[in-house]
């Protein structure tokens, strides 16, 4: 028999204090009497619960200890394993999402659980498979039921955490399918609790443990940094959000091409976003990058990010970077008699350079633009391209 939470055993202490109150002996108080013939029966109930003598039947006594043994077998969830070929077909799951890489755990959430996933490695038996699978965007099988230990180290050594958010529902479907026919199946999760929530309710076949872990969910972090022409003129929009559960303050950098651009401080409240725009960079600017940071942590980055400058569990997020869409100079050839909005239309797009020839002059050996624009006229054979 396996208890999936040995932890609870710990209150078994109940059970010896409920068998030392039946076997304390009560404090009665000092009388002189002239006899003691009348107070014989008093003094055989006095000698009866003199401590550590041997008790007699009690219900309640026994009513009490079934309740605390029940209650500890709840607690501890004692399960069995059956079937013919495995003592147990465990289904380990990795919350692989970017939250994992905190740090508030050493030397981060990810690594630690890593760590307690070795341990189930480490205790299997030779009867015993398991089944890794990663939880991000997308659920990954990292291998499928193995017994072979030496694999499902290697296996959860390569594992990595990446980018993205835990998708809680594909995995649970996954994860449903996998133990629909596995009667001794025991699911156990390592999370943060930081996962996508759930559309659709899924019901498993098999008992699931969830190992929380993580102590700290103070965040904030530039979940959007992108730029965006307007004629010459280039605007950058940052958005920080703020995961914890109290308001920060921080300071928000913004670097162009490796130089220092712009600070700026903000204070964000807890749970919401907060948006910060610029305009007027330098218009040959190519690269974007934002920070958060404080002064000590600048020295770790490289030029040409934006930069938060208050310290948490996750550095991972304080940085954002973006390249700067080039204009590239396009050649496009206008086949038309004449159409003046057409051409002012088309001159207003940066990067473009406008060629125009009637349609009488056009021929199959002006074939080296980017764009042909046949205005009112159509040629016997299409050119190559756009």
């Given at each position: 028999m396996q208890l999936l939470n040995p932890a609870a055993l710990g209150f078994?202490?109940?059970?010896?204090?409920?068998?030392?109150?039946?076997?304390?002996?009560?404090?009665?108080?000092?009388?002189?009497?002239?006899?003691?013939?009348?107070?014989?029966?008093?003094?055989?109930?006095?000698?009866?619960?003199?401590?550590w003598q041997r008790l007699r039947k009690n219900l309640l006594l026994i009513l009490q200890l079934l309740a605390a043994l029940l209650l500890l077998s709840a607690l501890s969830r004692p399960w069995l394993a059956g079937g013919n070929n495995t003592d147990r077909n465990l289904f380990v799951v990795l919350d692989c999402s970017a939250s994992m890489l905190a740090s508030d755990i050493q030397p981060s959430r990810f690594a630690e659980a890593q760590r307690q996933a070795g341990q189930l490695i480490d205790g299997m038996s030779s009867r015993d498979q398991m089944t890794l699978i990663a939880m991000g965007d997308q659920p990954k099988i990292l291998l499928a039921a193995s017994h072979d230990q030496l694999r499902l180290r290697q296996a959860l050594h390569e594992a990595r955490a990446g980018n993205g958010a835990a998708a809680l529902e594909p995995v649970l479907s996954l994860l449903a399918s996998l133990s629909e026919n596995s009667p001794n199946g025991v699911v156990i999760m390592f999370t943060d609790g930081r996962t996508l929530p759930l559309k659709n309710e899924l019901v498993l076949n098999c008992p699931l443990?969830?190992?929380?872990?993580?102590?700290?969910?103070?965040?904030?972090?530039?979940?959007?940094?992108?730029?965006?022409?307007?004629g010459s003129k280039i605007y950058t929009l940052a958005r920080v959000e703020n995961y914890g559960e109290q308001d920060a303050a921080s300071d928000i950098e913004l670097w162009a091409d490796g130089k220092l651009f712009d600070a700026r401080q903000?204070?964000?409240?807890?749970?919401?976003?907060?948006?910060?725009?610029?305009?007027?960079?330098?218009?040959?600017?190519?690269?974007?990058?934002?920070?958060?940071?404080?002064?000590?942590?600048?020295?770790k980055y490289p030029k040409g990010e934006a930069r938060l400058g208050s310290p948490d569990y996750l550095p991972t997020d304080n940085r954002a970077f973006a390249v700067v869409d080039k204009i590239a100079e396009q050649r496009v050839l206008l086949v038309s008699q004449g159409n003046i909005f057409l051409e002012k239309a088309l001159q207003t797009k940066p990067g473009l350079k406008l060629f125009k020839t009637p349609g009488?002059?056009?021929?199959?050996?002006?074939?080296?633009?980017?764009l042909y624009i046949f205005d009112a006229y159509l040629?016997?054979?299409?050119p190559p391209g756009s």
């Open positions: 078994a202490f109940i059970i010896p204090l409920i068998i030392a109150l039946y076997l304390l002996k009560p404090r009665y108080q000092e009388i002189m009497v002239s006899s003691t013939y009348l107070w014989e029966q008093v003094l055989q109930d006095m000698e009866a619960s003199t401590p443990e969830i190992r929380r872990l993580g102590k700290s969910s103070d965040n904030l972090a530039i979940s959007n940094l992108a730029t965006r022409r307007e903000l204070s964000v409240k807890a749970h919401e976003s907060q948006e910060v725009i610029w305009s007027e960079l330098p218009s040959g600017t190519q690269t974007i990058a934002a920070y958060i940071a404080n002064e000590s942590e600048q020295q009488k002059s056009y021929g199959p050996a002006m074939n080296d633009y980017d040629p016997d054979r299409l």
